[in-house]
């Protein structure tokens, strides 16, 4: 299925505190998620990914975390930064290692807004 | 890494008239380009699916005459909006992939304004 947003949620944080983004996905044959950022006019950065094998990854001040339970995705920034403040989406995959890799179905997006 | 490098970054064009999107990995060959829609606070909708040297799979609701793909080398893929109207104006995105094991990687997208 499709998960567009007409209004994007926002999360406001203090530099130095830790963020949580969430994102429900919707197909349970997903197999390989992804988070992206995405600034003012860009197209999406590669941040982190995670398989459906996996329930917990860690990057450098990032971590992604997978319940396939309730089919829900967790990105974790650390010490956050100014940085950091852009909009990020997560994406998943299905059929990752096949024909279908690559092909993406991204959540709605939230705004990181990084207050100095 | 992988460059994928989109031109123009930016176009205004006429109601009516087209215009020609290019997406080119620079460092390797792409078998597989995607192509995705995005319009202002929203996310990115996946169009179409451009297999190098066969013709391009669109998703439902995307209409094939009017976005026209063209995949003719493994280094090129090309978006044309045909008769370009100003709900047509938004920010495309292509990523590329060079084989179906591997990951796909953006462009850094281009900003399509209709006036």
């Known amino acids: ?7 994007l949620p926002t999360l406001s944080v203090q530099e130095g505190d830790n963020s949580i ?3 429900a996905y919707s197909n349970s044959a997903s197999d390989y998620f992804i988070w992206y950022k995405q600034e003012s006019g860009k197209g999406p950065q590669f941040i982190i990914d995670i398989r459906s094998n996996m329930d917990k ?15 829900h995705l967790s990105l974790q920034i650390a010490a956050t930064q100014p940085g950091d403040s852009a909009v ?8 990752a290692g096949g024909t279908s890799y690559g092909k993406l179905t991204f ?10 | 890494g992988a460059v994928v490098s989109q031109h123009p970054s930016r176009v205004i064009c006429k109601s009516g008239t087209s215009v020609k999107i290019e997406c080119r990995s620079l460092d390797f060959q792409a078998t597989t380009m995607f192509w995705y ?26 209409e094939k005459d009017k976005f026209l793909i063209n995949h003719a080398s493994l280094t090129l893929s ?15 995105i292509c990523s590329a992939r060079q084989g179906p094991n591997t990951e796909a990687f953006f462009g850094q997208g281009t900003r399509l304004t209709v006036v």
């Open chain 1, 1 to 7: 299925g499709e998960s567009v947003g007409l209004h």
């Open chain 1, 21 to 23: 983004i969430n994102c």
């Open chain 1, 57 to 71: 990854r860690q990057g450098q001040r990032v971590t992604v975390l997978l319940n396939k339970t309730v089919k």
């Open chain 1, 88 to 95: 990020y989406f997560c994406a998943e995959n299905v059929g």
């Open chain 1, 107 to 116: 959540g709605q997006g939230t705004i990181l807004t990084v207050h100095p």
């Open chain 2, 37 to 62: 829609r995005q319009f202002p606070k929203q996310s990115l909708m996946l169009m179409a699916t451009s297999n190098e040297g066969s013709k391009a799979t669109y998703e439902q609701g995307v």
């Open chain 2, 78 to 92: 090309t978006l044309t909006v045909t008769s370009a109207h100003p709900e047509d104006s938004s920010f495309y």
